[in-house]
């Protein structure tokens, strides 16, 4: 049983006391509130072991940014929000673009996948060039990687 858990970050000093976060059950979630917060704050977690020892913070696996190298905490990010529908997938789609059709999904890490020769990451926009047409190869008969 994991002991206690905080959320730490530049808006509370990273502070252990001044955030501990509580169980949402049985299911493995952490739960708490902190007031204040905009995009651009830096976080991560504080957790103390089994023993009540104190482990290394521990960033975010589902934060949506995190800093640059060599910095490792989590950041606040701004969500948009979006005005959903169902784009055209009430059942008028072509033929051949059903939305209960066969899919594949792939999925890759763009910062190991490509990179500037000098070793830096390329922007979205250096890297779209070569990921659209290398995502329809792995999509053609031709690719036999996934088959």
Sequence with gaps: ???PLSVVGDFNSWDGRAHPMAQAGPNGFWETFV???V???LY???IHGPSGNLLPLKADPFA???ERAPGTASII???QTHDWGDGGLDGSAPDGESPCGPLSIYELHLGSWRRRPDGS???YKEIA???APYASWLASPMCSCSR
Aim: glycine letters at 16%.
């Design 35 to 37: 007031p204040g917060l």
């Design 121 to 123: 990451f390329m922007s």
């Design 44 to 46: 991560k977690f504080e």
């Design 1 to 3: 049983m994991p002991g």
């Design 77 to 79: 990010h701004g969500i």
């Design 39 to 41: 995009p651009g704050m």
């Design 64 to 66: 949506f940014r995190c």
């Design 129 to 131: 060039a070569d990921l």
